[in-house]
């Protein structure tokens, strides 16, 4: 068994630090000192048999001993007598351990973050604990990150943008790199009816906390020539505000959904229709637009598993949603096409109907091949048309 060297001791003091518990101390959190460290030296045996090794390895021990002490014992043998061999080796103090692994001038940056926050923003002192390193290198920002904290405690869910708050040194890159550290300090010092418990994550940001938000947009074309919103004979390719879209009254009994730009530009005229580009397995922007509940609904995914995933969240939004082109004679008759699915959803879709059902459950199977795939964009267009003539 290798003998502890000072070197692996002070990897044992590196590991203290690295798992934030030094700093920690410094902000209230669990004293540690003094600290038994692990040490493994030599048995009964190698003292008699490798009594020069012993010598030497208690020598390094000794002679690099200036930020730990050593507990010694007495051992005596037949034929080397008594000697004293390390028993233990100690940690006294903070100052001690941070010498040891040359810490002491960071552990000084910490000290004043501490000191600073104390003054301005005490209740977040149990953050500073619990997250010393984060803070630490966050340590240039951090006078800046109180002035917000601050400036919320004072005008509670201002309903303004980020940027908009004025304080020297704040501007929108700030706010916007550091919204998962300022979400964890404004949870500690904000009051309960400050918050929007409901809003998570970093794209709940804004509303969690009472900021305006980037609005969310719908893009969608009129696909009948006689429905003009724009005065213009130009292609009717409008982007509208979700609050926008949501007050729209428009003349049309059916609407598309694809997730493909190409055959969102592409679609073919449709009388009374009008095709949305989709967004993936984001679809809270139509949610709110109570009108699109009176219109056939139809949706053209990928056939995957994916696919079908982003289908069966789009019915829980809007329950009458029809598939299009997501069939098997559809997937079969483009066998040639067929790519490779990276990471296939597995979850159970319980709004699927029987047919959708069954291809997904064939895909998740790999009945016909591995993770495989028929992209929208690879549909012949033709397939399109005849899907829209029998509909």
């Given at each position: ?138 340590a240039e920002e951090w006078p800046r990150l109180l002035a917000i904290v601050a400036w919320l405690r004072e005008h509670p869910r201002p309903a303004v943008y ?21 979400a964890e300090l404004l949870d500690l010092a904000l009051p309960e009816e400050a918050i929007d418990a409901t809003r998570t994550g970093i794209g709940g940001f804004c509303h969690r906390y009472g900021f305006l938000d980037k609005p969310s947009r719908v893009r ?172």
């Amino acid at each position: 068994m290798k003998w502890t060297t000072p070197a692996d001791l002070k990897a044992q003091a590196h590991k203290l630090w690295e798992r934030g518990l030094l700093l920690a101390s410094l902000a209230g959190g669990e004293p540690l000192f003094p600290r038994r460290l692990t040490l493994r030296g030599p048995d009964s045996k190698a003292l008699s048999e490798r009594f020069a090794e012993v010598r030497e390895w208690i020598a390094q021990l000794a002679g690099a001993a200036g930020h730990y002490r050593i507990a010694w014992r007495s051992v005596d043998h037949r034929v080397l007598g008594t000697n004293e061999i390390p028993a233990e080796i100690w940690i006294d103090t903070l100052e001690d351990a941070l010498g040891l692994i040359g810490k002491r001038r960071a552990a000084e940056q910490f000290a004043a973050l501490v000191e600073l926050t104390g003054e301005r923003q005490p209740e977040l002192l149990p953050w500073l604990a619990k997250r010393p390193l984060r803070a630490l290198a966050l340590a240039e920002e951090w006078p800046r990150l109180l002035a917000i904290v601050a400036w919320l405690r004072e005008h509670p869910r201002p309903a303004v943008y980020p940027r908009q708050i004025n304080l020297p040194g704040v501007h929108t890159k700030l706010l916007e790199g550091h919204r998962s550290v300022l979400a964890e300090l404004l949870d500690l010092a904000l009051p309960e009816e400050a918050i929007d418990a409901t809003r998570t994550g970093i794209g709940g940001f804004c509303h969690r906390y009472g900021f305006l938000d980037k609005p969310s947009r719908v893009r969608f074309r009129m696909l009948d020539p006689n429905i003009r919103l724009l005065p213009t004979e130009a292609d009717q390719d409008i982007t509208l505000t979700q609050a926008a879209f949501t007050s729209l009254k428009l003349p049309v009994s059916k609407v598309f959904i694809t997730e493909n730009e190409i055959n969102f530009l592409a679609f073919p005229d449709v009388p009374e229709a009008m095709v949305i580009f989709g967004a993936g397995y984001g679809f809270d922007n139509l949610a709110a637009a109570p009108w699109l509940h009176e219109k056939e609904i139809y949706y053209w995914g990928d056939i995957d598993t994916h696919g079908f995933a982003i289908l069966d969240q789009l019915r829980g939004l809007l329950p009458h949603t029809t598939s299009l082109l997501m069939d098997r004679r559809t997937l079969l008759e483009h066998r040639s096409l067929w790519g490779v699915e990276a990471q296939p959803a597995t979850g159970s879709l319980a709004r699927l109907n029987a047919e959708e059902a069954a291809l997904y459950a064939q895909l998740r199977q790999n009945h016909w091949g591995n993770r495989i795939r028929l992209e929208q964009e690879r549909i012949g267009f033709n397939f399109l048309l005849e899907a829209l003539i029998n509909l």
